[in-house]
């Protein structure tokens, strides 16, 4: 089985801004806001 992509990924971390900052800066990924400000 070969994975060609990953519709949504769930992560509990420390600290929600640099998580961001990491997926976005270094991986090239967007964030995505959903309804009550979840990221």
């Known amino acids: 089985m070969i ?3 990953i519709d949504h990924l769930v992560l509990t971390v ?3 801004s640099t ?3 990491f ?3 270094v991986l090239g ?4 806001t ?3 400000n979840r990221k």
Do not use: G, H
């Not at 990924?29 to 995505?32: K, L, N, R, T």
């Open 3 to 5: 994975i060609d992509r």
């Open 14 to 16: 420390s600290d929600i």
């Open 19 to 21: 998580t961001i900052r």
């Open 23 to 25: 997926y976005e800066e």
């Open 29 to 32: 990924f967007s964030a995505v």
């Open 34 to 36: 959903f309804k009550q």
